[in-house]
């Protein structure tokens, strides 16, 4: 078993981590990470797989790729070692990419190229790529499909104009109220009350129920199921599709009186 997840970490399916100079050898050249990827997975000498680390490093837009690596870590910017983070997982070709978290600590301006090239990559590469997030904006402006999690459990999945245009769930009514758009500049944003639940311990029922103000006592006792209601888009919540469309015509004229 483990050998066979072995045989499918990195080279089908690869990750970019969410911090990159935490993931790379302090003490080795980047280029020599990068080939020691390709070498797992590949019966090739050295050289190849040098050629095929500089190859990838000049991909992601590495200047000098050559050169570069040789460099350590160290001497590479926040952006550049993600760079060379992505260079990484794509050595072997895979068949998907997940980017977990892959903009953090990074300013704007570099997030912004690094969205831009895991785009590009995706395109290029031909690959399915699976973001994890806690960033609306990057959601909303990169994915196609959106699922959004609470304590490991789906709470609602759908295209991405449907989650963020009709969302079903009230932990995503949560998220999207707190977050701060053009159309609500002149409403208050409010916050989801409450702390996320123990995974070691974690609560009956629907996991999200402590937390949300829609919460009944069947929600207490009984795990709500991913289902798909007429019209709508799958989400797990006992509430009924009424409540949950009056919810969202109350949310729609709220955002209109915060953009008159």
């Known amino acids: 078993m483990v050998e066979a997840i072995r045989h499918v970490r990195g080279r089908d399916v690869s990750m970019i981590f969410q911090d990159p100079f935490a993931c790379l050898h302090p003490m080795y050249r980047v280029g020599d990470q990068i080939a020691e990827a390709v070498r797992a997975h590949n019966d090739v000498s050295k050289k190849i797989a040098l050629r095929r680390a500089v190859e990838l490093l000049g991909a992601v837009g590495i200047p000098n790729a050559a050169s570069r690596a040789r460099d350590y870590p160290h001497q590479f910017s926040g952006g550049m070692r993600q760079r060379a983070m ?4 794509l050595v072997n ?11 953090t600590a990074l300013d ?13 990559v995706k395109k290029e590469f031909d690959i399915g790529v699976i973001l994890v997030t806690h960033d609306l904006g990057v ?6 499909t959106v699922m959004v999690m609470y304590a490991g459990r789906v709470m609602e999945y759908g295209a991405s104009a449907e989650i963020f245009g009709a969302p079903q769930h ?5 998220l999207l109220a707190s977050m701060p758009t053009i ?7 409010s916050a989801i009350e409450g702390s996320p639940p123990s995974l070691v311990n974690p609560p009956g029922g629907c996991p999200f129920h402590p937390r949300c103000t829609f919460a009944f006592p069947r929600c207490e006792t009984e ?3 991913l289902r798909a209601p007429t019209g709508g888009h799958p989400d797990a919540c006992h509430l009924d599709i009424a409540r949950k469309r009056d919810v969202l015509r109350e949310r729609t004229a709220l955002q209109a009186s915060g953009a008159a």
């Open 223 to 225: 795990l709500p199921q």
């Open 108 to 120: 704007v301006t570099v997030q912004a190229q690094i969205l831009t090239l895991i785009d590009r």
């Open 86 to 89: 992505i260079a990484m997982a």
């Open 170 to 174: 009230p932990y995503t009514w949560g």
């Open 139 to 144: 959601v909303a402006e990169s994915a196609d």
């Open 183 to 189: 159309e609500r500049r002149l409403v208050e944003l």
């Open 93 to 103: 070709d895979p068949d998907v990419l997940i980017a977990d978290e892959p903009t």
